[in-house]
């Protein structure tokens, strides 16, 4: 009794042997075939309507029916406590499986006032940013515009000046082809009616040479 004490704690329970009913029901060759893997209910039924003992079969099974009725309940009372432990444990599991279930739908909603606030604002930024590489563009090609049509007017006096302005209309000139060719780039790479409009008059400008 001592020795057992100072083992660390009592050893488990065994257990229990099969009740002398069950073993006795478990050795009867009339239940043996229900213990087969291969157990065919038609075939039983045949066989037992061919040999003419059907109200002995059926008064048979009747008893092992009861018989493991009462052998259900005696297993539930011994067991009582681990059945009821375990079904304490499925409950346990079912309220974490909730809670996970709960947090889960909490952390989709944050993810989705995040799309929201970062999302939306972002797609608005790059719709922004190119209106306004377009607009930037725009404003270089008409500043570009604007000096070919100074340049042009500037020629135009310097070629009636004669021989006195020919190396200033030649300068003039350089600066304009100069500039004529990137505005040329630049209104092809604006599209729409804005593009269109600003084409036709770097053709003008350079019909103005």
Not at 122 to 127: E, H, L, P
Not at 177 to 202: D, K
């Given at each position: 009794?001592?020795?057992?004490?100072?083992?660390g704690?009592?050893?488990?329970?065994?257990a229990?042997?099969?009740?002398?009913?069950?073993?006795?029901?478990?050795?009867?060759?009339?239940?043996?075939?229900?213990?087969?893997?291969?157990?065919?209910?038609?075939?039983?039924?045949s066989q037992?309507?061919?040999?003419?003992?059907?109200?002995?079969?059926?008064?048979?099974?009747?008893?092992?029916?009861?018989?493991?009725?009462k052998?259900?309940?005696?297993?539930?009372?011994?067991r009582?406590?681990?059945?009821?432990?375990?079904?304490?444990g499925?409950?346990?599991?079912?309220?974490v499986?909730q809670?996970?279930?709960?947090?889960?739908?909490?952390?989709?909603s944050?993810?989705?006032?995040?799309?929201v606030?970062?999302?939306?604002?972002y797609?608005?930024?790059v719709?922004?940013t190119?209106?306004?590489?377009?607009?930037?563009a725009?404003?270089?090609?008409l500043?570009?515009?604007?000096?070919?049509?100074?340049?042009?007017k500037?020629?135009?006096?310097?070629?009636?000046?004669?021989s006195?302005?020919i190396?200033?209309?030649?300068?003039s000139?350089?600066?304009?082809a100069?500039?004529?060719?990137p505005?040329q780039?630049?209104?092809?790479?604006?599209?729409?009616?804005?593009?269109?409009?600003?084409?036709?008059?770097?053709?003008?400008t350079r019909?103005?040479?």
């Amino acid at each position: 009794m001592e020795e057992a004490g100072a083992g660390g704690g009592a050893a488990p329970a065994p257990a229990p042997a099969p009740a002398p009913a069950l073993a006795e029901l478990l050795a009867d060759e009339c239940y043996a075939d229900f213990f087969r893997e291969d157990f065919d209910v038609k075939a039983y039924t045949s066989q037992s309507i061919h040999q003419a003992v059907i109200a002995e079969q059926l008064a048979k099974l009747a008893q092992g029916i009861s018989q493991l009725d009462k052998e259900l309940h005696l297993q539930v009372v011994a067991r009582h406590e681990d059945l009821l432990a375990q079904a304490t444990g499925i409950e346990s599991l079912e309220g974490v499986l909730q809670m996970m279930q709960t947090r889960i739908g909490a952390l989709q909603s944050t993810v989705d006032r995040i799309r929201v606030k970062i999302v939306d604002p972002y797609n608005k930024i790059v719709s922004r940013t190119a209106q306004l590489a377009k607009l930037q563009a725009a404003c270089d090609l008409l500043r570009r515009i604007i000096r070919i049509l100074y340049l042009s007017k500037r020629l135009q006096g310097q070629l009636q000046g004669g021989s006195r302005e020919i190396t200033k209309a030649a300068q003039s000139l350089n600066e304009l082809a100069g500039n004529s060719r990137p505005t040329q780039q630049l209104t092809h790479s604006l599209p729409g009616e804005m593009g269109e409009r600003l084409r036709r008059i770097t053709e003008e400008t350079r019909g103005l040479r």
